[in-house]
């Protein structure tokens, strides 16, 4: 069974930084394409970035410079370095493989 889980989420004063993490199981991250998404409260979901199967990866325009995808192959995880947050990046973050999602990992950025 395809499954993905996030972790690493939290209170953060803005300036601050966080790992978010997205294990997954039942397949394997190094040969799939991993996409980031986050849900802020009363909006939609916006693409954060996405992480290809050669390694390369792509940001959203307005994230580009904070907000970083990587993986380890060996532990199957797939990561979301996030750093200068900021108010406005609080949300819910989660990965996504087709159309298979996680339960979410919640950032709160906040002093």
């Known amino acids: 069974e395809v499954q993905l889980e996030e972790s690493g989420g939290g209170l953060v004063q803005p300036g601050g930084s966080l790992r978010l993490s997205c294990g997954a199981s039942?397949?394997?991250?190094?040969?799939?394409?991993i996409s980031w998404f986050r849900q802020a409260p009363g909006k939609e979901s916006e693409w954060v970035c996405a992480?290809?199967?050669?390694?390369?990866?792509n940001h959203a325009p307005s994230m580009e410079g904070r907000f970083t995808c990587s993986r380890d192959n060996a532990k199957n995880t797939v990561y979301l370095q996030m750093t200068n947050l900021k108010p406005e990046d609080t949300a819910v973050y989660y990965c996504?493989?087709?159309?298979?999602r996680g339960q979410g990992t919640e950032v709160t950025v906040s002093s």
């Open positions: 996504m493989y087709g159309s298979v």
């Open positions: 039942g397949f394997t991250v190094s040969r799939s394409v």
């Open positions: 992480i290809y199967s050669d390694g390369s990866s």
